[in-house]
Each structure stands twice: as structure tokens, then as C-alpha cells.
């Protein structure tokens, strides 16, 4: 080995074996969790915070073993060179450049749901980090959920034989009322940012995101298919859908149900997966089998499998397990990429009045 790869290969092996350095761009209500799973995680240190409100960013240093930098204006945040990890929770409208500016500076990039607003913007994220090489990880931290984990090992278990349908469905009051309100630049109108497409895209691109990875996760394969309705019919002066229905057709011929509200408080939420040889649906907090032949039983669920750790930190031990060994992550675009598809597909289905297929994804 010559000298200067010796060097930079030590240099590499001294940084791996440091706690990353992460700066955090959005001090909002989901920031809160992130701040506590890197407390618990105690293997990362934040050395720099971003936020448009400087009160959110001095209350976030005060939980912090020592202080970390403040930006206002993000792009100084990604410019630092102390900076080495770059995570995002911002409204999912800043997701996009946000993610393609830390990546052209070389860093790594933990981005919340969801991926981005568009398909093609979701596409330009996963070329750069192809380009760049930097790890990249969307915040779908339900993969480290007991319920979606043991939902998982049922059907990977082939107990249902090959699924046909899953039923879905998510009814629930509205959420976040504190959350950040967009100021429109045209009109200086100030709306919560979950009520405007513009800033969050769509309910189901925002909320309905992780019900939607549970069912590809399941499935694991493509959209082939989609046709969807809804609109608002609740809540005056909103643009985001308050009430949405979606059927989807995926290659490997199962189907999904899927029903949202979000004007149903108490109306709760679950999932029913029909297979050729049986059902699978949770009764009383357990997941039942119901075999075409035989009587119904527990799903036999092997619990030394299922997560045992509080989803973010889970989420947060892998990414930085990423970061370290330079292996793409479990939650890189291409894993946020198929239930993204859903929401894109529901909103053109419904915005055009039309059936949505493959091909708008070609
Ligand atoms: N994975 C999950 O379960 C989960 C749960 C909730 C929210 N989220 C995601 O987290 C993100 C943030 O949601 P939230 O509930 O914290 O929103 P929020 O409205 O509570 O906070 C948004 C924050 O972003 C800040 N911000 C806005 N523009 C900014 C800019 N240009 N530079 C720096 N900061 C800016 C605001 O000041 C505010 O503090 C969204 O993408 C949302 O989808 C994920």
C-alpha cells in the first residue's frame, strides 16, 4: 500500500470508530424523538441544530451534553465541516433539496418520511446517492414495530400461502395540531403545512406512508395497478385529503383495501391478510390464523425474532451501523420507494379521475 492510501485508509478507521458527528436540520415535534433515541443511543454526538425559530433550537441544547451550533439558515448547518451526518425533519416540501444539498457535500443523510414530495423528486434522491455514495436512510422506523414485525414473520413464514388480499384500513382525529404553519409567499397566509399539497403532498403521502410499507413489505412486489377516491369533506379550508379509499393490484396478484380517515377520532386502525391457505387478523392484541381447513389459532409467533428495542433507537443502531461499514441501509430510498408509490398513484388517480398503472412509474 503507498503512503497516502495508507494514511487516508487510517484516517477512515479512526473516523468509523468515533461517534458520527450529526447536525439536525427541523427542532418540530418529531424531533423529540429523534433527540431521545440518540440520548438513549449514546453513540452520536449532535454538534449542530437548524431551525427557522431559534426558541426551538436553544430548547434542544439544553438537552444536549454540550452545545451544539445553531444555524437559522440550514445550508450553513451542511456547510459545516464538523458535520458529518445530516438529519432532516423538516415538512416533507424541504425533504428534497435539503437531502440533494447534504449529499453534494459529501455527507451521510438520515431524511424523515416521506422520501419527497414527488416520484420524480424521490428519483433524484436515490440517483445522488447512488452518485455520491453516501448512505442514505428514510425515517420509516414502523419496521422495528412488534405489530408490523410479527405480521411480517407470519407471512414470510408462508402459514398463508401466497397472499391475495390485504384489507387496511386507518380511522383516526387529525394529527399534530401544533404543528408548524407554512406562510404562503403569494398571499402571507398562514396554514398548518399537513393541510397544503404544496407542502405536504397528500394525507397518504404523509401519514399513510408507513401503513402502506407494511403492506409492501409484506407483499414484495410491484404496483401494477391503482385506482383510488376521496377528497375533503370535513375540514373547511384544508387541500389535503380528510378521506381516501385505495384499491392497488400488485404484480404478484395480491390486492390491497386500504380506507383512511382522518375526521374519525377512536376509529383505529388495522389490517387483515388473506392467503390461500388461511386469514391472519388481530383479536384482543393477538394475531389469529384462521386456516381454510382447522380451527382458528395463534400465529405461533417466534418472539426471539421481533424487535426488542424502542423503534427510533433501532432505526437509529443500524443507520449508524451503515454509516460506519459504508452498506446501504435497511430504509434506503428504494425501501421508501414502493409505498411512496401508492400515495403518488392515489393522488394522480384522483386528481385525473383515473385509473393509475405501472406505467406511470416506467
Ligand atoms: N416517522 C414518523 O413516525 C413521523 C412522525 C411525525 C412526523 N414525521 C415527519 O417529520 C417531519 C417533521 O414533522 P413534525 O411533526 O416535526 O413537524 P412540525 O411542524 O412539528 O415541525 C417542523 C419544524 O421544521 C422547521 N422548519 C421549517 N422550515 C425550515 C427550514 N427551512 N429550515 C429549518 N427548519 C425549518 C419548523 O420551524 C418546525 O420546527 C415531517 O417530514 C413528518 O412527516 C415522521
Redesign the pocket.
Known amino acids: 500500500m503507498h503512503r497516502r492510501e495508507f494514511l487516508l485508509s487510517t484516517a477512515l478507521a479512526a473516523q468509523a470508530a468515533e461517534p458520527p458527528k450529526v447536525g439536525i ?7 423529540g424523538a429523534h433527540l431521545d433515541a440518540l440520548r438513549q443511543l449514546g453513540d452520536a454526538q449532535v454538534v449542530a441544530l ?4 431559534s426558541a ?1 433550537m436553544a430548547k434542544a441544547n439544553q438537552g444536549l451534553p454540550a452545545p451544539a451550533a445553531t444555524y437559522t439558515d ?1 445550508r450553513e448547518l451542511i456547510r459545516d465541516r464538523n458535520v458529518q451526518v445530516v438529519v432532516i ?4 416540501y ?2 428534497h433539496q435539503m437531502t440533494l444539498e447534504a449529499l453534494r457535500a459529501g455527507k451521510d443523510v438520515l431524511v ?3 422520501l419527497a414530495n414527488t416520484y420524480a423528486q424521490a428519483l433524484d434522491i436515490q440517483r445522488e446517492a447512488r452518485r455520491t455514495g453516501r448512505i442514505v436512510a428514510v ?3 414502523r419496521r422495528y414495530f412488534r405489530n408490523d414485525a410479527e405480521y411480517q414473520q407470519v407471512v414470510d413464514s408462508g402459514a398463508l400461502g401466497p397472499v391475495r388480499l390485504i384489507t387496511y384500513w386507518d380511522f383516526r382525529g387529525d394529527w ?1 395540531p401544533s ?2 404553519q407554512y406562510t404562503d409567499p403569494a398571499t402571507g397566509r398562514r396554514t398548518s ?1 399537513r393541510w397544503l399539497k404544496k407542502t405536504a403532498g397528500s394525507s397518504e403521502l ?1 401519514y399513510s406512508i ?1 401503513s402502506l410499507a407494511m403492506v409492501t413489505n409484506m407483499v414484495k412486489a410491484p404496483l401494477q395497478r391503482l385506482a383510488a377516491s376521496g377528497g375533503v369533506v370535513h375540514y373547511a379550508g384544508r387541500e389535503t385529503r380528510d378521506v381516501s379509499a385505495i384499491i392497488v393490484d400488485f404484480a404478484s396478484g395480491a390486492r390491497l383495501n386500504y380506507s383512511f380517515s382522518c375526521f374519525a377520532p377512536g376509529g383505529g386502525s388495522g389490517c387483515i391478510v388473506i392467503g390461500d391457505e388461511a386469514t391472519l387478523r388481530r383479536e384482543q392484541g393477538r394475531l389469529m390464523l384462521y386456516p381454510r381447513a382447522g380451527k382458528p389459532r395463534p400465529a405461533g409467533i417466534d418472539a426471539s425474532l421481533l424487535p426488542g428495542e424502542d423503534p427510533e433507537v433501532l432505526m437509529y443502531r443500524e443507520f449508524f451501523r451503515s454509516v460506519r461499514q459504508r452498506t446501504p441501509s435497511v430504509l434506503a430510498p428504494e425501501a421508501a420507494l414502493e409505498p411512496s408509490k401508492i400515495a403518488y398513484g392515489a393522488e394522480l388517480s384522483i386528481t385525473e379521475n383515473r385509473i393509475v398503472t405501472a406505467q406511470d412509474f416506467a
Do not use: F
Not at 436540520?25 to 424531533?31: D, E, P, Q, Y
Not at 437548524?50 to 425559530?53: A, C, E, G, I, N
Not at 425533519?89 to 416533507?92: E, Q, R, V, W
Open positions: 436540520i427541523g427542532l418540530g415535534l418529531r424531533a437548524s431551525d427557522l425559530d426551538r440550514y425533519i423538516t415538512p416533507g424541504l425533504h424523515e418520511k416521506p425515517g420509516m422506523q399534530n404543528t408548524w403545512w404523509e408507513h
